[in-house]
């Protein structure tokens, strides 16, 4: 197992390379207040924008025979849009909730891609920020197989452990794959 130490290393890296990469969209975005609640992204609807969460968290998830299934967080500092859907102009497969009240950075996609034609440090910028977000999917799938639900919430709370308090219970079991229950004993067992 990586540990959250080793991990966090690296995503520093990544940003301040990432950081000086993106000052060239920085003027192309606009500040944004969302309520807790708030949709930025919905699935099956385009999605024709890109975030930087400045403050607040947020949560991923797709809904499949009327079940959500959380997929993912983001906190300070993260960029966050559908993927799938800002690359391509097709449907979003997932959704992005405020679960806080939150400040974000909105960067329409008509802007994203006149920088990334016109600066090649930008265009290395979105190959760092690719890059990091393969390497969280691979790291995302290889904890699934590899730990305990137990281990995983703890990961978690390692990597975010202010923005995790924020979380309803019910989003993390989701995230983890248990009940509200299980996730309940959990935390009761290593408190």
Not at 32 to 48: A, D, H, P, R
Not at 108 to 115: A, C, G, S, T
Not at 145 to 159: D, F, K, V, W
Request: net charge neutral; glycine share 4%; proline share 3%.
């Amino acid at each position: 197992m990586v540990s959250p130490k080793h991990q966090i290393d690296i995503k520093t890296a990544f940003s301040e390379k990432i950081e000086s990469s993106f000052a060239a969209l920085l003027p192309y975005g606009r500040q944004k207040s969302v309520s807790k609640g708030t949709f930025i992204v919905e699935q099956n609807e385009l999605c024709n924008k890109l975030f930087l969460v400045q403050d607040g968290v947020f949560r991923t998830y797709r809904e499949t025979n009327d079940v959500e299934y959380t997929t993912g967080f983001s906190f300070r500092g993260d960029f966050d849009t559908s993927p799938f859907s800002f690359y391509y102009g097709l449907p979003a497969t997932e959704t992005i909730e405020a679960i806080t009240s939150a400040t974000i950075l909105v960067f329409d996609r008509q802007d994203f891609w006149n920088v990334t034609r016109n600066n090649i440090d930008f265009q290395k910028g979105v190959y760092l920020l690719l890059a990091g977000y393969i390497e969280l999917l691979e790291n995302r799938l290889h904890e699934n197989r590899s730990m305990t639900a137990e281990e995983r919430y703890i990961h978690l709370r390692a990597s975010q452990p202010e923005e995790v308090k924020k979380i309803p219970l019910h989003f993390i079991a989701s995230y983890l794959g248990i009940t509200k229950e299980r996730l309940s004993r959990i935390r009761k067992k290593i408190a």
